[in-house]
């Protein structure tokens, strides 16, 4: 009787082929690896997303709200930015605190997110990126607007997943950063014991590159294949070379 394994799909989103994605840097659209032009005329280069996640005293920028923390990561995931802000006019935000636990306390000894602060995120830090991975980008947007944060595009989780579940006809299925890491099976990632699991950051860039791979590569449906080795029988979605180096 055959052993059925599952083999984990998380080693190819590591080890996976991002530096193969070329974009326009004129316009941000994605361009095939072999094309050195955008139908814009931008030149092609590669793609260096990174996640963008942000923790604020509320939903409305407009309506006077700010920005606590900012965490940003590059595409392998490690973390170049993680630091939390004092507001300049909210003193306290019990109903966002239920939701991020960051305390006024816990911020009085930051610093303002103003000035030289804002110029060194934005020259530091948003600059080097071709592309920004977000949980929601019409929430993140209107708070960067605000600060006169010139970015690359920014694109959010819940939009993309949205995308990816009508392409599956799941429609079904509920939306947002949690629904896809847990569609993904995030709390189950081999890589997990080298992330902070609980922080939304993680869990963006987990999801992009799920989805990145899942929607770009089709491997639910174009690469769905089974292999026997030694008796044992795998079912995967990588190529019998990839099961074979991973074994």
Request: glycine share 6%; charged share 30%; proline share 3%.
């Amino acid at each position: 009787m055959h052993i059925i394994r599952k083999v984990h799909i998380e080693k190819f989103l590591i080890e996976g082929t991002d530096d193969k994605y070329m974009v326009c840097e004129k316009c941000g659209k994605e361009i095939h690896a072999n094309s050195d032009r955008c139908s814009c005329g931008g030149k092609a280069v590669p793609d260096e997303w990174g996640v963008l996640q942000i923790e604020t005293t509320g939903l409305h920028p407009e309506l006077g709200d700010e920005i606590l923390k900012i965490v940003i990561m590059d595409k392998r995931g490690d973390v170049i930015l993680n630091r939390l802000y004092r507001p300049t006019c909210k003193r306290s935000w019990d109903e966002a605190e239920k939701i991020n636990h960051i305390k006024p306390q816990d911020v009085a000894g930051c610093n303002l997110l103003k000035g030289e602060e804002i110029e060194n995120l934005s020259k530091l830090y948003v600059s080097r990126f071709t592309k920004l991975v977000t949980n929601d980008s019409s929430f993140v947007k209107p708070f960067f607007r605000l600060l006169n944060v010139e970015t690359p595009p920014i694109v959010g989780i819940s939009g993309l997943f949205e995308d990816y579940l009508m392409q599956k006809n799941e429609l079904g299925l509920s939306k947002g950063l949690k629904s896809c890491a847990q569609y993904f099976h995030y709390d189950n990632c081999v890589f997990g014991e080298k992330r902070y699991k609980e922080d939304k950051a993680y869990q963006i860039w987990y999801c992009y590159r799920c989805l990145r791979g899942f929607s770009k590569e089709l491997l639910f449906e174009d690469m769905r294949k089974s292999f026997t080795v030694n008796g044992v029988t795998y079912e995967t979605f990588m190529s019998e070379e990839q099961i074979l180096e991973y074994l």
